[in-house]
Each structure stands twice: as C-alpha cells, then as structure tokens.
C-alpha cells in the first residue's frame, strides 16, 4: 500500500509558476497510475492531470493544457506537477493520487491519496 506525501504548494502572483513534488513510500511506484487533482473551496474535487504507470500516456483537463506538466521519477518515487502562467482560478487544494488497475479521471476511482497542498494564486 503507497503512502502519498505532498510539497511545494504556496503563494504565486498571475503568471507565476511552481513545482508540486509528491513523494510516495510503501508501494512499488512504478506500478501504479499517478495523478493529480484540486479541490477550491466550496467545490468538488476535480482532475487535473493523470499519467499512466508505462508513463506514455498522460491525460490533461482542458483548463490546464498547455500550461501544467506531469512528470515521474520511479527512481525517487516521485511525480511532479510543474505549473507554469498561473491564474487566480488556479486556487486550490492540490491532491497528488495513485492508483493501480484502471487510468481514470474520475477522482472516487483512485484509491491512494495525500494530504493536499495549498495553492493560492494572487491577481
């Protein structure tokens, strides 16, 4: 069973960037889908971007493309978020995931999540 640690998150102007790093324990990490989500407040969890375990295929919501990247490490079980042109409605709680059978979207299908880290972007 993986363990999912988050960091990097904090307080970026528009147009800023940061790295989210998810560090994962427990687990053989290459097996596993990773992901990541945001929840802002007062609304429901959502996906951001998934990768799958063979790290070819990599799915990005709409809201997001273009501008945010997916990345694993299976040597230092690690998945990075690089978030470039942020904007205030990039504000959110962000969840790293990981799951084994199924690559999804859909937040309830993934079994393995961390804490959150806060992302606040200013305008």
């Known amino acids: 069973q993986v363990q999912l640690v988050e960091s990097g998150g904090g307080l970026v102007q528009t147009g800023g960037s940061l790295r989210l790093s998810c560090a994962a324990s427990?687990?053989?990490?290459?097996?596993?889908?990773v992901g990541w989500f945001r929840q802002a407040s007062g609304k429901e969890r959502e996906f951001v971007v998934v990768m799958a375990r063979s790290d070819v295929s990599t799915l990005h919501a709409d809201s997001v493309k273009g501008r945010f990247t997916i990345s694993r490490d299976n040597a230092k079980n690690t998945v990075y978020l690089q978030m470039n042109n942020l904007k205030p409605e990039d504000t959110a709680v962000y969840y790293c995931?990981?799951?084994?059978?199924?690559?999804?979207?859909?937040?309830?299908?993934?079994?393995?999540w961390g804490q959150g880290t806060q992302v606040t972007v200013s305008s």
């Open positions: 427990g687990g053989t990490f290459s097996t596993y889908h």
């Open positions: 995931a990981a799951t084994k059978p199924v690559l999804t979207t859909t937040p309830g299908r993934w079994g393995y």
